[in-house]
């Protein structure tokens, strides 16, 4: 099933992403490089990088979006968590959502159907690397039976401040 709606968000469709939805994508995530520390990035990525980024964003690591009418209101991710072969059944994975859009339950429909993929291309386990301060990133992964396993004291520095970063695990 390569498309789904998803009733925990309305009018909302979960698809696989396409090349046309890169500049969407890239405003979404930009926008929290910008404006948040969900992301440890601190400059805004070009299209030369969404490109790259989409060309390993496919089979065993696909990347999905959130549509309402036209328009991509979220986006997420499998991604290679360590590229140590040992590790090859280990995922993580990411969520954004458009600002203005969040609480609605899209980043709810994106893990959900995150969690249906990756049961199905037989990973073993799904990793979140949420910075400390990102409570309702933490809520969402606990709401869909992630438990913390530890956390990284003051690894990253955005924002003129030291982060923690949590590790979050979600067994398949």
């Given at each position: 099933m390569d498309e789904q709606?998803?009733?925990t968000s309305g009018e909302v469709l979960i698809r696989t992403a396409e090349r046309k939805d890169l500049p969407a994508i890239a405003e979404i995530y930009n926008h929290y490089v910008?404006?948040?520390t969900c992301?440890?990035?601190t400059e805004p990525e070009d299209?030369?990088?969404w490109n790259k980024w989409f060309e390993k964003h496919t089979g065993l690591h696909?990347?999905?979006v959130a549509e309402r009418g036209r328009e991509v209101v979220g986006w997420g991710t499998l991604s290679t968590w360590n590229s140590r072969c040992a590790y090859r059944?280990?995922?993580e994975n990411s969520v954004y959502v458009r600002e203005g859009c969040r609480r609605g339950g899209i980043g709810i429909a994106l893990m959900e159907e995150l969690i249906r993929r990756a049961r199905e291309l037989r990973h073993r386990v799904i990793i979140?690397?949420?910075a400390g301060d990102q409570a309702a990133?933490?809520?969402l992964h606990r709401r869909m039976g992630f438990r913390k396993v530890g956390v990284l004291e003051g690894v990253g520095f955005k924002f003129e401040q030291w982060l923690d970063v949590a590790l979050w695990q979600l067994q398949l």
């Amino acid at each position: 099933m390569d498309e789904q709606k998803s009733a925990t968000s309305g009018e909302v469709l979960i698809r696989t992403a396409e090349r046309k939805d890169l500049p969407a994508i890239a405003e979404i995530y930009n926008h929290y490089v910008l404006h948040s520390t969900c992301t440890f990035a601190t400059e805004p990525e070009d299209a030369a990088y969404w490109n790259k980024w989409f060309e390993k964003h496919t089979g065993l690591h696909p990347a999905i979006v959130a549509e309402r009418g036209r328009e991509v209101v979220g986006w997420g991710t499998l991604s290679t968590w360590n590229s140590r072969c040992a590790y090859r059944q280990t995922v993580e994975n990411s969520v954004y959502v458009r600002e203005g859009c969040r609480r609605g339950g899209i980043g709810i429909a994106l893990m959900e159907e995150l969690i249906r993929r990756a049961r199905e291309l037989r990973h073993r386990v799904i990793i979140a690397q949420i910075a400390g301060d990102q409570a309702a990133s933490e809520e969402l992964h606990r709401r869909m039976g992630f438990r913390k396993v530890g956390v990284l004291e003051g690894v990253g520095f955005k924002f003129e401040q030291w982060l923690d970063v949590a590790l979050w695990q979600l067994q398949l």
